[in-house]
Every structure is written in structure tokens, then in C-alpha cells.
């Protein structure tokens, strides 16, 4: 029987997306940015227009330095802003949301990518032929070793050929946790997808009310002015009658 790793949980699994999802996210700020980045992440989960000043607090830097990791995210959609200007001091200050969808979209496009890539390497390994020198630790494709006569251009040692099944293995195994991570990441976007159309449909609704409750109100007035100009007129009628007797 398998145990499980003491780090791993297995309960609290409700918390688990969330907090996968905040790990690839955080590498995706690496990616994109660098290490100093990544607590930025955490400041950013669950909240909404959270004051840039209490980022830079946070994160031990500067004003601009902050500033810039936000750009920068904003730059692939990945945070957005609302500015306020200080009354006192005269400045504006920014406030900062994570955007979830547009996070979620990123992530599951660069993780198809990255699962493309090993999944390529996978074919390479299983169709192709790879050489190593043992001593120098380097592989080589069967063409570049062909091309060397077999033998390390910089050691001289013969060429071995190196086993492919560990590597295979290892990248399927890979590849495995990749498209968990995928779907994982495609089921949230989902969720979120939902999100933005009730909302959006929720507001034509609410426009369309207004706008009914608008062309009443028009219907109305209209009503009023047209009952106004008949009163007007039969009253004119009226004093013209009176006129000619
Ligand atoms: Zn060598």
C-alpha cells in the first residue's frame, strides 16, 4: 500500500483547487517577472482593489519597483486597477484585482503549451535513438553522434546509448500530472466563465427594465401632452363658438 507523503493533504480537498491554482499562478509571475514577484500573488487572492501601498509594504519594496510588477501583470491582463486621488497629498493611488478569469485563461494556455512540448519530447524519445558520453554527462541526438563517428568531440569517450526508458517514463508521468493540472485550471475558468455571463446577462436585464420603465414613463407624458392639446383645442373651439354668437 502506497502512503501518503506527509506534506500531502487529503482531507480539506475543497481548498485544494484554490490552492493548486495559486501555485501555478505564482509560477506564471516568475515566469513573467521574477521571485520578488510571487508574494504578490497571495496579497491578491480573495480581495478586491487592494492599495498599492500596502503592496509595497508587503513586499519590502519601493513605490516604482511595486508599481512596475504591476504594470507588468496588467500588461497580460492578469491584474487590473481603479485609481483614487488623495485629497491631501494630491497624488492618485492605485488599487489593485487579481483578474481570475483572465488569470485562469493564461494559465490554461501556457500550460497546453508546456504539455505540447513534452508531449513532443515523448514521441523524440520513443521513435528516436539518443547517444551519451558518460563522462562528459552530454546527450546527443543518433544524428550528432553519427556525425562524430560515435566518439565525444570533447572527451574522446565513445558514445553510449542512452536508455530511454527512464526518460520516457519520467515524461509520462509529467505529462500525467500536466493535463490534471489542465483540466483543473479549464473546470475553474469554467466557473468563472459562468460568472461573467450571469452578470452580463444580469445587467441587459436590468438595462432592459430601465428601458421599459423609460418608455413608459415617454407613453405617459406623451399621453398627458396629447389629452393637454385636445383640452387646449376644444377650449379654443369653445371660445370661438362664444365669439361668433
Ligand atoms: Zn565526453
Redesign the pocket.
Known amino acids: 500500500m502506497k502512503k501518503n507523503k506527509p506534506h500531502e493533504k487529503t482531507n480539506g480537498s475543497k481548498d485544494k483547487p484554490l490552492e493548486k491554482q495559486i501555485r501555478l499562478l505564482k509560477s506564471i509571475v516568475e515566469n513573467l517577472i521574477n521571485k520578488q514577484a510571487i508574494p504578490i500573488i497571495d496579497l491578491l487572492v480573495g480581495k478586491k482593489h487592494v492599495n498599492e501601498f500596502l503592496i509595497a509594504k508587503k513586499l519590502k519594496l519601493t513605490i516604482n519597483q511595486t508599481r512596475n510588477i504591476l504594470y507588468k501583470l496588467s500588461d497580460f491582463g492578469l491584474v487590473s486597477f481603479i485609481r483614487k486621488k488623495d485629497k491631501r497629498k494630491g497624488w492618485y493611488i492605485y488599487f489593485w484585482t487579481l483578474n481570475t478569469y483572465q488569470s485562469l485563461n493564461l494559465l490554461e494556455s501556457n500550460l497546453s503549451r508546456e504539455l505540447e512540448n513534452l508531449e513532443n519530447q515523448l514521441k523524440n524519445r520513443k521513435e528516436k535513438r539518443f547517444y551519451i ?1 558518460k ?2 554527462s ?1 546527450e546527443v541526438t543518433e544524428e550528432n553522434a553519427l556525425l562524430n563517428d560515435f566518439i ?1 568531440p ?2 574522446e ?1 565513445v558514445y553510449q546509448l542512452s536508455e530511454n526508458k527512464e526518460n520516457i517514463e519520467s515524461l509520462q508521468k509529467e505529462i500525467l500530472r500536466l493535463k490534471k493540472d489542465i483540466d483543473l485550471v479549464r473546470s475553474e475558468r469554467e466557473i468563472e466563465e459562468g460568472k461573467i455571463e450571469k452578470k452580463k446577462t444580469g445587467k441587459i436585464k436590468r438595462e432592459e427594465k430601465k428601458k421599459k420603465i423609460l418608455r413608459a414613463k415617454k407613453r405617459a407624458t406623451n399621453k398627458k401632452v396629447k389629452m393637454k392639446i385636445i383640452s387646449k383645442n376644444k377650449t379654443k373651439k369653445k371660445l370661438h363658438k362664444k365669439k361668433k354668437i
Open positions: 558520453c563522462t562528459c552530454l565525444c570533447e572527451c569517450e
